[in-house]
Structures are given as structure tokens and as C-alpha cells.
């Protein structure tokens, strides 16, 4: 087992043992690559790039054996500057994007082979600036945001079950990752 990292200031991909005992560079630089996901066999990590002023240029994967980057494709309609990705239990992966202008943010189901948007949920959260993180448990997705300048982020949970989307509790700092992606 290994752990992929991000470490935004830095911006590129690190590739950590878990025990410590070696983290690497393996992309660099990378603007902005917030958002990964892990296949189910750990052999892939989806990455987002994220720049908070244009928009995303799409999906790309590391092979965590060979540590090489490719880029996939773009999303399959324009998506958000700030996206952030998980997977689920079952293989799917998921974006969450912040809001561009008045729409609101978007959480889609994504093809990790072609990058199209499968399905697409809009949901009353955050801002274009928002910090942000997202993560899938037990049928339901946590969002993270908070607004900028702030030191909390408030959790919500969305239930794909029923559409509901609801406050959960306030975290005593600001969130920036969470889940199976981080």
C-alpha cells in the first residue's frame, strides 16, 4: 500500500509510503491539482486540476505503478473552476464543484474512462471562493465548505436516496479534505 498526496502550496502529486519512510515528487508542477480520487484496486488516481479562475481543463490519472500522468479528457460539459473529487465503495467517481456566478454547486457522477458527466445535482452550497472537500460514507455524501477568509467550515449531507440536503454541523476549522479522496 501506498498514499497519494496533494500539498497544494507545492503544487504537484507526492507519493508517500504509509509507514513514512519515503515521499516522492511525482508531478510537478501541477496548477492547482485538488482533486483525487482512487480507483477500487488502488492502481489509479484520478486527479482534478482546480484554479478557482478558469475552468477545469478536466480529468486526468496517475498509474500508482509506474507514476506516470495522463491527462483523460475534458469534462464532457463545462463543470466548475474549483472541483474536488472522492470515489464510492461500489467504483464510481463523483465531482464537487463551487458554484461559477449564480448557478449553484454541482456534485456529477463522472466516467473515469471518458471524463462525461453521467448525472449532475445542483445543491445551494458555498461560493465561487469557497474553501471545500467532499466525501462518500454509507449512502450519502459530506460536503465541506467554507467561505473565504473564515476559520470553520460548515458540513452538510446530501442523501441521493431522497435529494435532501442537509446541515449536519459546524467544524472548528476550515476543511480542505476528507473522505476516501484524501
Known sequence: GAVAALISHRRGIYYALPDGSAIREVVFPLPFPIGIGLSPDERTLY?????????SKGLAKLD???LKLSFIAPYSEPFSSAVELTGTGDGRLYAFG???????ARLAEVDPSS???LSTTELALGTENSS??????????????????????????????D?????VAKA?????GAGVST
Do not use: N, Q
Open 172 to 176: 472548528k476549522a476550515t476543511v480542505v
Open 163 to 167: 435529494g435532501s440536503l442537509t446541515w
Open 115 to 117: 471524463g462525461a458527466l
Open 132 to 161: 471545500f472537500a467532499f466525501a462518500f460514507w454509507g449512502g450519502d455524501f459530506y460536503l465541506f465548505t467554507a467561505p473565504d477568509g473564515v476559520t470553520f467550515s460548515d458540513a452538510h449531507r446530501y442523501r441521493p436516496s
Open 47 to 55: 486527479v482534478a486540476e482546480t484554479s478557482y479562475i478558469w475552468p
Open 64 to 66: 500508482v505503478t509506474s
Open 98 to 104: 463551487l458554484p461559477a456566478g449564480p448557478l449553484g
